[in-house]
C-alpha cells in the first residue's frame, strides 16, 4: 500500500516518468499500481490506452507520430534505431504519401529476439549503424534509413522517388545509396540498383524526372548536357537539354538545391553568357517537375514557339573548322 500511494497521492509521478505520455506497464507496476488497475484503465472507454505489448498511452486520444515512435522505441529497448519512412521524414525528405496507417521500422541488434507487433516493424541486423540524434529520437544515418525504405517499397515511381529526394535534398551521393544497398539484404534491390546505375552517368539526377517529361513534348530538346561554343570557339555554356534548331536552352536548377554560394554565383555566370549570346533560357525548379507537369510542359513549350520566330544565337555545338586554322 505504501508505494500504491506513492502514485496515487501524486499522480504528476507517472508523467514524469513517460515519455511523450508513453510509458511501460512495467514502469507503472514499479511505481506501485496493479496491473489490474492498469488493465482497466485501457478498457474502452477508459482514460488510457494499450499502444503496444507492455506499452500504455497515457490518454485515449488519436496518438501524435512523436507518441507512436517513442511508445516503438520504449517497446523495443535501448539499442533500438529508427529507420526508413520515419527516418527520412524526420531528416526532412518530402515522400510519396504511403498507404494504409503510418509505421515505424525500427532497427535492433540481430542477437535481440523480439518480434514486430501493431504499427511496429522489428528488423534484427549484423550492421546496426551509429545512430544520429535528431529531437531526442535515434535515428539510422540517412543512407541507412533511405535505402532500408526502398527495399520495402514496391513501386518503381515511388522508389525513384525516394531515392532523388535522398540525393537532392539529404546530400547523398547515388554511389554512396549503391554500396549502401550492397552491404545489406538484397532483397527488394532490384528496381533501385537498377535506377542508380541509370542515373550514374546523368549530371544532375533532377535530369532524369526531366527526361520523362521532355518526352511528352511535341518538339523534345534535341540534345543533353551538350556544350555550346560561340562563333570565336569560346565556351557558352552547356546547358541540361538544348534545341539547335531554334537555340533553346532548359536548365534544371535553381538556389533550392545550391548549398555552396560558389555554385550559386556560377548559375549567375552562366545566365550572363546566355543573354550576350541571346540565348533564351527556361529555369525549372527540380520540385516542379512532379508538382507542376503540366505547367513546366506549357512554359517550354511556349518558350520553343518564341524561338522560333527569333533569329537563332551565334552558338554551334562543335568549334568552327576556320576558328581551328586559326588557332594553330
Known amino acids: ?45 477508459g482514460t488510457w490506452q494499450r499502444l503496444l505489448p507492455g506499452v500504455i498511452l497515457l490518454h485515449n486520444n488519436d496518438p501524435t507520430p512523436d507518441q507512436l515512435v517513442h511508445a516503438a522505441l520504449l517497446y523495443a529497448g535501448e539499442s533500438a534505431i529508427v ?19 503510418r509505421q515505424v521500422h525500427l532497427l535492433v541488434p540481430h542477437r535481440k529476439k523480439l518480434n514486430s507487433a501493431e504499427f511496429v516493424t522489428i528488423e534484427r541486423t549484423r550492421y546496426l549503424p551509429a545512430p544520429w540524434q535528431r529531437d531526442g529520437v535515434p535515428l539510422a544515418p540517412i543512407v541507412r534509413a533511405a535505402t ?3 527495399r520495402r517499397t514496391r513501386n ?17 551521393s ?3 545509396l549503391a554500396e549502401e544497398l550492397n552491404r545489406g539484404s538484397q532483397r527488394g534491390t532490384a528496381i533501385p540498383r537498377r ?11 533532377a535530369e532524369a524526372e526531366a527526361q520523362k517529361l521532355a518526352a511528352l513534348l511535341p518538339n523534345p530538346p534535341t540534345h543533353q548536357n ?18 539547335d534548331d531554334v537555340g533553346l536552352a ?34 525549372t525548379l527540380p520540385s516542379r517537375l512532379r508538382t507542376e507537369p503540366k505547367a513546366v510542359l506549357d512554359e517550354l513549350s511556349d518558350a520553343y514557339r518564341a524561338a522560333e520566330t527569333r533569329p537563332r544565337p551565334p552558338v554551334s555545338l562543335h568549334i568552327p573548322p576556320e576558328d581551328l586554322r586559326t588557332a594553330g
Request: net charge positive; with cysteine; aromatic share 10%.
Open 250 to 283: 532548359w536548365e534544371i536548377d535553381s538556389v533550392e538545391f545550391h548549398f555552396r554560394s560558389a555554385d550559386y554565383a556560377r548559375t549567375l555566370r552562366r545566365n550572363t553568357r546566355y543573354a550576350a549570346l541571346g540565348i533564351a533560357v527556361v529555369q
Open 83 to 101: 529507420t526508413g519512412e520515419e527516418a527520412c521524414l524526420r531528416y526532412g525528405l518530402r515522400l510519396p504519401s504511403a498507404d494504409g496507417p
Open 195 to 205: 535506377l542508380l546505375a541509370e542515373w550514374s552517368d546523368v549530371r544532375s539526377v
Open 1 to 45: 500500500m505504501k508505494q500504491r500511494g506513492r502514485w496515487a497521492a501524486n499522480p504528476e509521478i507517472i508523467a514524469q516518468h513517460s515519455t511523450h505520455q508513453a510509458i511501460r506497464a512495467m514502469t507503472l507496476e514499479s511505481l506501485g499500481m496493479n496491473s489490474k488497475v492498469i488493465y482497466r484503465r485501457c478498457l474502452p472507454g
Open 226 to 243: 551538350a556544350v555550346l561554343y560561340d562563333r570565336s570557339g569560346g565556351y557558352a555554356g552547356r546547358p541540361d537539354f538544348w534545341w
Open 174 to 176: 547515388p554511389q554512396a
Open 148 to 150: 532500408d525504405l526502398v
Open 156 to 172: 518503381s515511381e515511388s522508389v525513384s522517388r525516394i531515392l532523388i529526394e535522398a540525393i537532392q535534398r539529404g546530400s547523398c
